[in-house]
């Protein structure tokens, strides 16, 4: 029996992989579960035309990494924070003080690849950042792509 797979199964395929097996296991195992449907001509059709749809949102996502990137390798980031006489910080900047300052930048990213752009990009901070003045801090993204950004930490005017 032909069967599409509707998530991965170690030892038989993966996600959406069309597999040939007994109708046993098919019945007994797989269907029961809902781990696998059968593979008509309908249903293939359909996860064909699935697939060139996230074929086509992994490159519009590739797209905007690339433009997210060259933006980005420009940009400093400043934040206000509050400081006493000696320049101890009250506070720090965390990496999701950060996403969310990258965030707001890359405001051109439509709304609908948004939330997939930033639950990609990964910011590599060894501890919160707690000093006035300037910080490079890595940032990964998907295919081993990584830039370093400029922050600055200010002091409030009080």
Do not use: C, W
Request: charge should be positive.
């Amino acid at each position: 029996m032909k069967i599409i797979l509707l998530q991965n199964i170690k030892g038989l395929g993966k996600k959406f992989d069309v597999k040939e097996v007994s109708d046993g296991y098919a019945r007994n195992f797989l269907f029961p579960k809902k781990i696998a449907e059968i593979a008509g001509d309908k249903s293939i059709k359909k996860l064909e035309e699935y697939k060139n749809e996230l074929k086509k949102k992994e490159d519009d996502i590739n797209l905007l990494f690339k433009e997210i990137i060259d933006k980005l390798s420009e940009k400093e980031f400043h934040f206000s924070v509050e400081a006493d006489k000696n320049d101890k910080v009250f506070g720090s900047i965390k990496e999701e003080d950060v996403k969310k300052e990258i965030e707001k930048f890359i405001s051109f990213v439509p709304d609908n690849l948004k939330q997939s752009v930033i639950g990609k990009i990964k910011i590599k901070l060894e501890k919160p950042l707690k000093t006035l003045g300037l910080h490079t801090v890595e940032i990964d993204f998907p295919n081993n792509k990584k830039i370093k950004i400029n922050i600055s930490l200010n002091r409030i005017s009080l």
